[in-house]
C-alpha cells in the first residue's frame, strides 16, 4: 500500500492502518507516545490491540467502522494502553483514507482530563459546601420561626392593650420591637424558601388573587414606616381590580419586598407610587421611587441572593431573588430600571403576572331568585358565574371545568346533602383549596359545628352586598 502522505509530517502519534486497522505504518511520534522501542514493535499489530477496557475503545474497530461509513472522521476519548501497559488518556481520532486505508492519530490528553477531574472535584466539594451552609442556615431558621412567632403574637397583644393602657414611651418602644422582629420573621421565611426553591420542594398554594387589594393592603402595612420618614406612599388609582391565580403569601412577600426597599432606600421626605395596569395579557405592579437608586453597574445583579450595592443601609441581599424568584415561579417577569424613565433618579421595578380570566363563583342552588339575588350583589366584582344543581356527582363536576375561585351553596337545600356535598370537595385534590360558603337564614347548632369541622363560611342570606362582595373577594 503507498503511504499517501509522510506520517513524520504529523506533530501527533500517527498511524496507517488498513481497511480491519491493522498498523501498517507509523511515525515516530506515535513510537513515543505508545513506549514502544521501534515502529516495528507497532506494525502488523491491530489498534484493537492497544485501547483499554474503557467504551468504546474496548472495541475501536466496530465503533469507527460503523460511524465512519457516514463521516469523514470519527473522534473518540478515552483511556488507552501504551505498549508497556500502561494506560493515558487520549484522544483518538480516525480519518478513513480509502475503502482498505485509515490514518488514526492519537493525542495524549491525560493533563487536561485530569484538571477537569480536579475542578470537578472542587465544584463538587463547593456545592457540598454551599449544600452544607444552606441547610445549617434552614435549620437555624426553622428553630427561630418559634419564638419570633409568639414574639410577634406576645407584642400584638400588648399593643392592643391586653395588658392595659401602656406609657407612651412603653408603645414607642413595643412598635419599633415590632417591626424589628416583623423584619426578622420576613428573613427567616426568605431564607426557608430559598431552600425549598433551591431543591425544589416550594409548593405553591394558588387561588385567585386580587391584585389591586393585594397591593393595598401592602402598602397600609408599610404606612407607619413610610410616615417615619415623612414619605408619601400610594397607590394610584386603577381602572377595574386583576386577578391572577398565584400564592397570596408569596405573592404578599413579594410586593412587601419591593415595597420595603422603596421606602428603605428612599430618603425622608420622599415619595413612593404603585401602579396596577393590564398590557399585552399580564397584569403589570409597577412600584417607582425617587430614592438613591441603583448605580448601572449593579443594575444585572441586584436580584442575584446576597447581592448589595453598599453597606450603609442594614439588609441580607435576599430581598430581590425572592421577588424574582417567586415571580418566575408564576410564570411572570421581573424587571429593574434606575433611574426612573424619563427621571434623573430613583428606582423602579416592575413585576408581570400572567392575567387571569375573571375567576368563577359556583352558585349550587335549586332556586333561580336566589341566584339572580346573588349574582347583582356580587355584580361589581367582575366574577364569572356558574350554577349547580346539588347532586351526587357534583364535586367530580366541579374538577373537571375550570378550578372555581368559591362555591356558594344555597342554605336552603338539606344540610346533610350539603355537608356530603362539602366533604367530598375539601377531599378532592384540586378542589381541597376552594373556599365554601353557605348562605342561610336557619342553622341547627350541631349542623353548625358540622360547617365549622368543614371550615365552611355560614353567612345569613341577608348579607350586605359590600360585605358578600368582600367576602368573596377573600
Ligand atoms: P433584604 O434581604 O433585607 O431585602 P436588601 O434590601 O439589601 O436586603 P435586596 O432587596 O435583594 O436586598 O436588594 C438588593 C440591593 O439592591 C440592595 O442592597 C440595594 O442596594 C439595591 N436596591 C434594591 N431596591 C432598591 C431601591 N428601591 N432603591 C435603591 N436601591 C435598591
Ligand atoms: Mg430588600
Redesign the pocket.
Known amino acids: 500500500m503507498q503511504t499517501p502522505l509522510s506520517l513524520d509530517a504529523i506533530y501527533e502519534a500517527a498511524f496507517l492502518t488498513d481497511g480491519d486497522f491493522k498498523i501498517v505504518d507509523c511515525n515516530c511520534r506515535a513510537v513515543e507516545v505508545l513506549r514502544a522501542l521501534k515502529k516495528d514493535d507497532l506494525i502488523g499489530r491491530k489498534i484493537s490491540d492497544f485501547p483499554s477496557d474503557n467504551e468504546p475503545g474496548a472495541d475501536f474497530p466496530t465503533y469507527f467502522q460503523e460511524r465512519l461509513t457516514a463521516v469523514p472522521f470519527v473522534v473518540v476519548e478515552s483511556r488507552f494502553s501504551r505498549h508497556d501497559g500502561s494506560q493515558f488518556w487520549a484522544e483518538t481520532v480516525a480519518h478513513r483514507l480509502s475503502e482498505n486505508a485509515h490514518l488514526i492519530t492519537i493525542r495524549d490528553i491525560s493533563a487536561r482530563v485530569e484538571s477537569f477531574q480536579r475542578a470537578e472535584e472542587a465544584n463538587e466539594r463547593l456545592r457540598a459546601a454551599i449544600r452544607d451552609r444552606m441547610e445549617f442556615v434552614s435549620n437555624v431558621s426553622h428553630e427561630l420561626r418559634t419564638p419570633l412567632t409568639s414574639m410577634s403574637y406576645a407584642l400584638t397583644n400588648m399593643l392592643r392593650g391586653i395588658c392595659g393602657t401602656l406609657p407612651g414611651k412603653a408603645i414607642e418602644y413595643l412598635e419599633r420591637l415590632h417591626v424589628d422582629v416583623k423584619r426578622l420573621m420576613t428573613?427567616v421565611n426568605?431564607l426557608l424558601d430559598l431552600r425549598q426553591m433551591e431543591n425544589g420542594t416550594l409548593m405553591l398554594r394558588c387561588h385567585y388573587i386580587p391584585l389591586g387589594r393585594l397591593l393595598a393592603e401592602t402598602i397600609n402595612a408599610l404606612k407607619i414606616q413610610a410616615e417615619t420618614k415623612h414619605q408619601t406612599l400610594q397607590l394610584l388609582p386603577y381602572d377595574c381590580e386583576r386577578y391572577v391565580y398565584a400564592d397570596h403569601h408569596k405573592l404578599e412577600r413579594v410586593f412587601f419586598?419591593i415595597l420595603s426597599?422603596?421606602v428603605?432606600?428612599t430618603p425622608e421626605n420622599g415619595c413612593i407610587t404603585a401602579r396596577l395596569y393590564e398590557q399585552n395579557g399580564f397584569v403589570k405592579i409597577e412600584v417607582d421611587?425617587n430614592?438613591?437608586?441603583?448605580p448601572a453597574h449593579a443594575l444585572p445583579r441586584?436580584s442575584q441572593r446576597y447581592?448589595?450595592?453598599?453597606e450603609h443601609i442594614a439588609?441580607?441581599?435576599?430581598?430581590?431573588?425572592i421577588v424574582r424568584e417567586i415571580t418566575e415561579l408564576h410564570g411572570g417577569t421581573f424587571k429593574v430600571e434606575s433611574p426612573v424613565p424619563n427621571t434623573q433618579h430613583g428606582?423602579r421595578?416592575t413585576i408581570s403576572l400572567p392575567v387571569s380570566q375573571s375567576p368563577n363563583t359556583v352558585i349550587v342552588s335549586d332556586s333561580p331568585h336566589f341566584v339572580e339575588d346573588i349574582i347583582a350583589k356580587l355584580s361589581p366584582i367582575g366574577h364569572v358565574f356558574q350554577t349547580a344543581a346539588l347532586n351526587k356527582t357534583l364535586p367530580e363536576q366541579l374538577a373537571t371545568g375550570k378550578t372555581p375561585a368559591r362555591i356558594l351553596f344555597d342554605g336552603d337545600l338539606p344540610d346533610e346533602q350539603i355537608i356530603d356535598a362539602v366533604c367530598k370537595i375539601q377531599r378532592h385534590p384540586s378542589l381541597s383549596l376552594v373556599p365554601i360558603l353557605v348562605l342561610t337564614d336557619k342553622i341547627e347548632p350541631l349542623v353548625k359545628r358540622e360547617y365549622a369541622k368543614w371550615r365552611v363560611d355560614i353567612r345569613p342570606k341577608t348579607i350586605s352586598p359590600a360585605d358578600l362582595c368582600d367576602l368573596v373577594r377573600g
Not at 430614592?291 to 441603583?294: A, K, V
Not at 439588609?315 to 431573588?321: A, D, I, K
Open positions: 428573613t426568605d419586598n426597599n422603596a428603605k432606600y421611587d430614592g438613591i437608586g441603583i441586584v447581592f448589595r450595592v453598599g439588609g441580607t441581599g435576599l430581598g430581590l431573588s428606582t421595578i
